[in-house]
């Protein structure tokens, strides 16, 4: 997946093919995903689902499957966590990219995270201009 950057070389929301990036967000906290919500539609971004477990999460990329670009999952809910959800939506579509999204930030699930499959993680709490720095980062 080729985005536009920006003169300041941080990541848009806008393909180079022409659209903009799905993102589906995952979290158990409204404020989080609230947040991450308003720091990706400031960047051009669509966010076209939320969910507040990973189960939930899970059963959304299947009804948005293959409209979504961008996944961010928390690492730690209720009912499956956010590290059984990738392992879910990596084998539906291993081509999607994933965000981990951690409070805890323990080296080893972060780990464990980018070897299933994440592109990479952003930290609690979020503050806007780094999660945009991170973002393009894992996108470039």
């Given at each position: 997946?080729?985005?536009?950057?920006?003169?300041?070389?941080?990541?848009?929301?806008?393909?180079?093919?022409?659209?903009?990036?799905?993102?589906?967000?995952?979290?158990?906290?409204?404020?989080?995903i609230?947040?991450l919500s308003?720091?990706?539609?400031?960047?051009?971004f669509?966010?076209?689902?939320t969910?507040?477990?990973?189960?939930?999460?899970?059963?959304?990329?299947?009804?948005?499957?293959?409209?979504?670009?961008?996944?961010?999952?928390?690492?730690?809910?209720?009912?499956?966590?956010?590290?059984e959800?990738?392992?879910?939506?990596?084998?539906?579509?291993?081509?999607?990219?994933?965000?981990?999204?951690?409070a805890?930030?323990?080296?080893?699930?972060?780990?464990?995270?980018?070897?299933?499959?994440a592109k990479?993680?952003?930290?609690?709490?979020?503050?806007?201009?780094?999660?945009?720095?991170?973002?393009?980062?894992?996108?470039?």
């Amino acid at each position: 997946m080729s985005i536009l950057f920006d003169e300041n070389g941080l990541p848009t929301g806008r393909k180079k093919e022409g659209g903009n990036l799905k993102v589906m967000i995952v979290d158990d906290s409204q404020f989080i995903i609230k947040h991450l919500s308003q720091i990706f539609l400031s960047r051009d971004f669509d966010v076209v689902g939320t969910a507040d477990n990973g189960k939930a999460g899970v059963e959304l990329f299947k009804k948005l499957s293959p409209n979504i670009d961008l996944v961010t999952l928390d690492i730690t809910m209720p009912e499956m966590s956010g590290i059984e959800a990738l392992q879910a939506i990596k084998a539906l579509n291993p081509n999607v990219t994933a965000i981990m999204v951690t409070a805890i930030g323990t080296a080893e699930s972060v780990k464990e995270c980018i070897k299933l499959g994440a592109k990479g993680y952003i930290v609690k709490p979020l503050d806007r201009e780094k999660v945009i720095e991170r973002i393009g980062q894992i996108l470039k």
